[in-house]
């Protein structure tokens, strides 16, 4: 059972960064994908972005150009750096990691292995 916890949360003001940073137990090179997801409070948990084993990344089309992910073999480390935050960006952020292709990398069934999440709270 891999597990994942992530940090990086926390409080900042619109337009302000943020870096979240996702730990493995596990080496990065026995998933396929990895991936960022998020949920604001009354909504479903959307995709962020992901990034194959082979780095190949994709990104929600909401924070394209803003958000970038990446990975860090050696640390089994997952990275997301979030620019140009926007209060629509508040919510919890998971992470998670898949084996196998499933359904496609920004589809939460696709992935069984998931953190307890950290929050993001952007203010305007």
């Known amino acids: 059972q891999m597990r994942l916890k992530e940090s990086g949360g926390g409080s900042v003001q619109a337009g302000g960064s943020l870096r979240l940073s996702c730990v493995s137990d596990?080496?990065?090179?026995?998933?396929?994908?990895m991936a960022w997801f998020r949920q604001a409070p009354g909504k479903e948990r959307e995709a962020v972005a992901a990034?194959?084993?082979?780095?190949?990344?994709n990104y929600a089309s909401s924070v394209k150009g803003r958000f970038t992910i990446s990975k860090d073999n050696a640390d089994n480390s997952l990275y997301l750096q979030m620019n140009s935050l926007k209060p629509e960006d508040t919510g919890m952020y998971y992470c998670?990691?898949?084996?196998?292709?499933?359904?496609?990398?920004?589809?939460?069934?696709?992935?069984?292995?998931w953190g307890q999440g950290t929050q993001v709270t952007v203010s305007s």
């Open positions: 998670a990691a898949a084996r196998y292709s499933g359904y496609g990398s920004l589809q939460a069934k696709t992935y069984p292995y």
């Open positions: 990034i194959v084993s082979d780095g190949t990344t």
């Open positions: 596990e080496y990065p090179g026995s998933y396929y994908f």
